[in-house]
């Protein structure tokens, strides 16, 4: 049994998503990010880092209750613990990992980024908006570019790279990037969304109460460590 610690964000949905996948059976914790309770004790001692997802796999290595933290970790932990979605072969093992950390180090954080001045900064954030909008827009290009020569993100087959970046893709309409510009982004993404596994993991995730949009200014202050939780 794996105890999943999760909420609604992407990097959650890369993980509901590798689970249902490789049919491994866990029970969701929800830490509820916009309460603090990713700083509470308990779940500190699982993630110093006080971030969710996260995940303890009670069938470790050794058969002693393991803890993973750190998405991409999460999702080449599983991988190698079912043998699913990340290939033996070097060559093209380490052509999916290419494109797992393009998701790692440039999608989710290019991305989020532009999500947080979007939604959540005061305004006057002009440069700041410019900046992410046209750094989310040229990833969505070489994504493009990448699906014009091969079917999925790590080569010829659905990999842990397609998994890590199709969550950070579900928004592309509000992001300003139309499918119907992309069409090696749209038949990528259709095809991911129809996936019974992708559908399951999507499914358990709307079915979520977020207190995102009841967040008091506090709440945000201290997720977003500004304010009085800023360090100096």
Known sequence: MI???ALTS?????????LEECGLPYKEHFVDVWKGDQYKPEFAKINPNNKIPAIVDHDGPGGKPYPVIESGAILMYLA???????PKDMAKKYDVLQWLFIQLTGVGPMFGQWTHFKLFAPKGNDYSMARYTSEIKRLYE??????GKVPYLGGQEYSIA??????WTRNHDAQGVKWDDNPNLARWFNAINERPAVKAALAKVGAIKSNRETASDDDKDRFFNRGRYARA
Do not use: H, S, W
């Open 3 to 5: 105890d999943l610690y």
């Open 10 to 18: 992407p990097n959650v949905q890369k993980i509901y998503i590798m």
């Open 142 to 147: 070489v994504l493009e570019t990448r699906l």
């Open 162 to 167: 397609d998994i890590a970046t199709f969550p």
């Open 80 to 86: 190698e613990k079912t043998g699913k979605f990340l």
